[in-house]
T-cell receptor
Framework: KQEVTQIPAALSVPEGENLVLNCSFT??????LQWFRQDPGKGLTSLLL?????REQTSGRLNASLDKSSGRSTLYIAASQPGDSATYLC??????????FGKGNQVVVIP | DVKVTQSSRYLVKRTGEKVFLECVQD?????MFWYRQDPGLGLRLIYF???????EKGDIPEGYSVSREKKERFSLILESASTNQTSMYLC???????????FGDGTRLSIL
């Protein structure tokens, strides 16, 4: 069974620092990996999707990399801002369109 | 822009009631999903549907059923609500193939 891990569960960074969030998964037979953002009490917002054949994806200040063979993905957020405070989840897509989710990194950016 | 709408943000029901949670997407997506999210347990898949009238069980289907009579609408039904079904319920949809899932804002359901 696929297991997705995000460590640490919570972290704080000063405003302006680059954020680095890690996601690891146990089964490398994935179709894609998706990063989401979740604000308290809200649904998930899709940030980036990396196909299994890709190494990275970029959108504005966000960059996500994927190393499928080692079962790892990293989300970089450049020059963090207080508005980046949220929980970030990664999810890997397996067969049958199912996603396996990590439990998230709760991020606080300190002004 | 992608839009997944869940009918209620907050809902309070009583034990034993039959509860309906509705989800509508306006993107002509084939796939629709129901998850629940609980602290410490993360997101867990309840049911999903890959076409009208088609459904598949997820990881925790017990106590739930679903209905998809039209492509844009996917309903989650709690047959006889129990307190352990108090949770945040999230609906999502996606196109076929390797496309991202898009989520609604969630329904915070409390069973008293």
């Amino acid at each position: 069974k696929q297991e997705v891990t995000q460590i640490p569960a919570a972290l704080s960074v000063p405003e302006g620092e680059n954020l680095v969030l890690n996601c690891s998964f146990t089964d490398s037979a994935i179709y894609n990996l998706q990063w989401f953002r979740q604000d308290p009490g809200k649904g998930l917002t899709s940030l980036l999707l990396i196909q299994s054949s890709q190494r990275e994806q970029t959108s504005g200040r966000l960059n996500a990399s994927l190393d499928k063979s080692s079962g790892r993905s990293t989300l970089y957020i450049a020059a963090s801002q207080p508005g980046d405070s949220a929980t970030y989840l990664c999810a890997v897509r397996q067969g049958n369109n199912r996603l396996a989710f990590g439990k998230g990194n709760q991020v606080v950016v300190i002004p | 822009d992608v839009k997944v709408t869940q009918s209620s943000r907050y809902l309070v029901k009583r034990t034993g009631e039959k509860v309906f949670l509705e989800c509508v997407q306006d993107m002509d997506h084939e796939n629709m999903f129901w998850y629940r999210q609980d602290p410490g347990l993360g997101l867990r898949l309840i049911y999903f549907s890959y076409d009208v009238k088609m459904k598949e069980k997820g990881d925790i289907p017990e106590g739930y059923s679903v209905s998809r009579e039209k492509k844009e609408r996917f309903s989650l039904i709690l047959e006889s609500a129990s307190t352990n079904q108090t949770s945040m319920y999230l609906c999502a949809s996606s196109l076929e193939g390797n496309q991202p899932q898009h989520f609604g804002d969630g329904t915070r359901l409390s069973i008293l």
